[in-house]
């Protein structure tokens, strides 16, 4: 059985970083692309980034180029959210999900079939 598992998420200031870990088992990374989502309270959940194990290409939301990073560690079967410069915005609760596909991409959630059970990122003014 798939398992993502995230930690990470803390109440921070605004202008603070935060790293964001996502640990699979079960044989999720035969899934090839993983990403991140997030869901604020009455919002919809967004893609936020994603990555291709294998070939390394990555996506961002718009609202995060240059301040978030998406990697991941294939030996310890982890990958990892660094979030810098967090903004009040950012307060969401964060999921890891796995797709299989090949291209790395958030336009459908749908294809993301396996999902973490969040972690809370708090970012205050």
């Known amino acids: 059985q798939v398992r993502l598992v995230e930690s990470g998420g803390e109440s921070v200031q605004a202008g603070h970083s935060l790293k964001l870990s996502c640990i699979a088992s079960g044989r999720a990374f035969e899934t090839y692309v993983m990403g991140w989502f997030r869901q604020a309270p009455g919002k919809e959940r967004e893609g936020v980034s994603c990555?291709?194990?294998?070939?390394?290409?990555?996506c961002y939301a718009d609202s995060v180029k240059g301040r978030f990073t998406i990697s991941v560690n294939n030996r310890k079967n982890t990958f990892y959210l660094q979030m810098n410069g967090l903004k009040p915005e950012d307060t969401a609760l964060y999921y890891c999900a796995a797709a299989h596909i090949t291209r790395a991409n958030m336009s459908r959630q749908d294809l993301y079939e396996f999902w973490g059970q969040g972690t809370q990122v708090t970012v205050s003014s």
């Open positions: 990555i291709n194990i294998m070939t390394d290409n990555t």
